[in-house]
């Protein structure tokens, strides 16, 4: 069965959980999904519940989205073996797809999707909120946290005030991030000049660090060290405010 653009489909909303490895959360303008391989939306088809699966030409725009057999699943996440198909990822057992039309934003998730797919969404709003290179708004479930570039947490320190408290060792642990010399503020965030000449970004007037300990951008170690270190997180929607993620 050759499926062709024709129809928009509805989005099949993923509820709050844990997610396999192979699957991340991402952000394109303020929408928010649940993504596969380099960045691609993730699909699911009516025709698996009702004896129309995806086969044959179907399969060279949309393929299953691979999963090891061996591994156990994770909350509504779990592996499906079919007849003369690979192993592939289920969301509350209906198997997943990437579309091969595209990986990546924006092309991925085209506007003009099949009659009969669904793309997996979040049903919450990603916040609007003007950043500097260095920095992005980076999802995780169904929150929003600052993070640097890299996807890495990015934190605030309760003992900072009109001069750094963080200064020697403790910047061996928790690195400021870094502004370039001449620029300017951009929305909410400022460039400061620390007194050991360290030009480091403030957002909201509170200097911004990330931790060493966090080893990949999902790590969120250093939240709430010692009752005074605490993750940035924008609250869905909006980005009019701010809640100090503790945990």
């Given at each position: 069965?050759l499926?062709?653009f024709?129809?928009?489909s509805t989005?099949i909303?993923?509820?709050?959980?844990p997610l396999?490895?192979?699957?991340?959360?991402?952000?394109?303008r303020d929408e928010?999904?649940?993504?596969?391989?380099?960045?691609?939306r993730?699909?699911?088809?009516d025709?698996?519940?009702?004896g129309?699966?995806c086969t044959g030409?179907?399969l060279?725009?949309?393929?299953?989205?691979?999963?090891?057999?061996?591994?156990?699943?994770t909350?509504?996440?779990?592996p499906v073996t079919?007849?003369?198909?690979?192993?592939?990822?289920a969301?509350?057992?209906?198997?997943v797809y990437l579309?091969?039309?595209?990986?990546?934003?924006?092309?991925a998730?085209p506007s003009?999707?099949?009659s009969g797919w669904?793309?997996?969404?979040?049903?919450?709003?990603?916040p609007?909120?003007e950043?500097?290179?260095?920095a992005?708004?980076s999802?995780?479930?169904?929150?929003?946290?600052?993070t640097?570039?890299?996807?890495?947490?990015l934190y605030?320190f309760a003992?900072?005030?009109?001069?750094p408290?963080c200064?020697?060792?403790?910047?061996e642990?928790?690195?400021?991030?870094?502004?370039?010399?001449?620029?300017?503020?951009?929305g909410?965030?400022?460039?400061?000049?620390r007194p050991d000449?360290?030009?480091?970004w403030?957002f909201r007037n509170?200097l911004?660090y990330?931790?060493?300990?966090?080893?990949?951008p999902s790590?969120?170690?250093?939240?709430?060290?010692?009752?005074v270190w605490?993750?940035?997180q924008?609250?869905a929607g909006?980005?009019g405010?701010?809640a100090?993620?503790?945990g």
């Amino acid at each position: 069965m050759l499926a062709l653009f024709i129809a928009a489909s509805t989005a099949i909303i993923v509820s709050d959980g844990p997610l396999p490895l192979e699957v991340k959360s991402e952000i394109h303008r303020d929408e928010s999904y649940p993504v596969g391989t380099r960045g691609a939306r993730l699909y699911v088809f009516d025709g698996d519940n009702n004896g129309n699966d995806c086969t044959g030409e179907c399969l060279t725009m949309w393929y299953p989205f691979l999963a090891a057999a061996a591994d156990p699943g994770t909350g509504d996440w779990k592996p499906v073996t079919r007849e003369s198909r690979p192993t592939q990822w289920a969301y509350k057992g209906r198997p997943v797809y990437l579309s091969l039309r595209g990986a990546g934003y924006p092309s991925a998730g085209p506007s003009e999707t099949v009659s009969g797919w669904h793309v997996l969404a979040y049903d919450v709003k990603a916040p609007v909120l003007e950043t500097p290179p260095a920095a992005k708004v980076s999802q995780r479930d169904r929150s929003f946290f600052l993070t640097d570039f890299r996807g890495n947490t990015l934190y605030t320190f309760a003992r900072d005030g009109k001069q750094p408290a963080c200064v020697a060792e403790c910047l061996e642990v928790w690195q400021p991030l870094t502004a370039p010399e001449l620029v300017r503020a951009i929305g909410d965030w400022q460039p400061v000049t620390r007194p050991d000449g360290i030009r480091q970004w403030a957002f909201r007037n509170k200097l911004v660090y990330t931790y060493s300990d966090d080893l990949v951008p999902s790590d969120a170690r250093g939240v709430n060290a010692g009752g005074v270190w605490k993750a940035i997180q924008i609250p869905a929607g909006r980005g009019g405010g701010l809640a100090q993620g503790g945990g």
